[in-house]
């Protein structure tokens, strides 16, 4: 498997436009999450998916920041519209169930940056 | 709000060294424990994990955990330079994921 695919790698944008970041779970992997790292708050969790239906989204910042997941294959994280705090690597994870000793594999990351 | 907390570091240690990187956590009520390893510019990938009071050992990394202090640490053993990264603790407590910010491991050959 080629494991968790995120894209872009890097996305630069200017304040006030629309990101779009998007992610490929592992196949047969029934969680999603959405984490956001910095170097001043750590890893934070944003929200994560059930077989598609969002479980939590209580880390999501605010109403700017927005995720779908329309298939077992697939989920967005969008920001609009943006702004330069939003800078952060943003990471994708899954895993096969959620038991307490399951892994989560991260994807690569997309770095954002917004001037 | 469920805390866990990490000694950012940096920690150097010689080639050869124990390294010993400690996490302590809030809830009482977690659940399992989890060690990453974050190279820089990388996803962080799993060390090891633990749930049960007391060491688990896999390989040249020891993961000690005493809940009733609440705290959980990552001994690795013979450290080498490609050891050196930042290492996340994290927790599952009430089917939810929290890291610390991490330690920095240096290993001086």
Known sequence: DAGVIQSPRHEVTEMGQEVT?????????DYLFWYRQTMMRG?????????????????????????????????TLKIQPSEPRDSAVYFCASSLRRQ???TQYFGPGTRLTVL | QKEVE???????VPEGAIASLNCTYSDRGSQSFFWYRQYSGKSPELIMFIYSNGDKEDGRFTAQLNKASQYVSLL???SQPSDSATYLC???????????TGTSLTVIP
């Open chain 2, 90 to 100: 994290a927790v599952n407590s009430g089917n939810q994921f929290y890291f610390g």
């Open chain 2, 6 to 12: 990490q000694n950012s570091g940096p920690l150097s």
């Open chain 2, 76 to 78: 690795i053993r013979d």
């Open chain 1, 100 to 102: 307490s000793t399951d």
């Open chain 1, 21 to 29: 970041l998007r992610c490929k779970p592992i196949s047969g992997h």
């Open chain 1, 43 to 75: 890893l934070e969790l944003l929200i994560y998916f059930n077989n598609n239906v969002p479980i939590d989204d209580s880390g999501m910042p605010e109403d700017r920041f927005s995720a779908k997941m329309p298939n077992a294959s697939f989920s």
